[in-house]
């Protein structure tokens, strides 16, 4: 998965294709848990991008998405925010695909 390195890539990003964005902390143990089936799940939604964005290095832009607990997911398509699946409850795999699925 790759890492945002700023918010103007950020802002490239989103308005241009199909990404999703993995709001993630180091710290987190909820984010943990997704590690060992987040490829699984990249592979199995090629037609996206995954994203993952650091909650602490880039807190002015949660602030903005209003993401105020991670992890959280935000999908975009071409600059329009297509679904979100945020919160600060942990997420199982069942839980991510079904997000993953009504974004079609």
Not at 53 to 63: A, N, Q, S, T, Y
Request: include cysteine.
């Amino acid at each position: 998965m790759e890492k945002l390195q700023s918010v103007e890539q950020f802002e490239s990003l989103k308005n241009s294709g199909s990404h999703v964005f993995l709001f993630t902390a180091g710290w987190c143990p909820d984010c943990r848990f997704l590690e060992p089936f987040l490829p699984e799940i990249e592979n199995e939604y090629k037609e996206y991008t995954f994203v993952s964005v650091d909650r602490d290095e880039f807190i002015d832009l949660c602030g903005e998405l209003d993401i105020f607990g991670i992890p959280s997911f935000v999908a975009f398509k071409e600059g329009q925010e297509i679904g979100r699946f945020v919160s600060k409850d942990r997420k199982t795999k069942e839980e991510v695909e079904k997000f993953m699925d009504s974004l079609k």
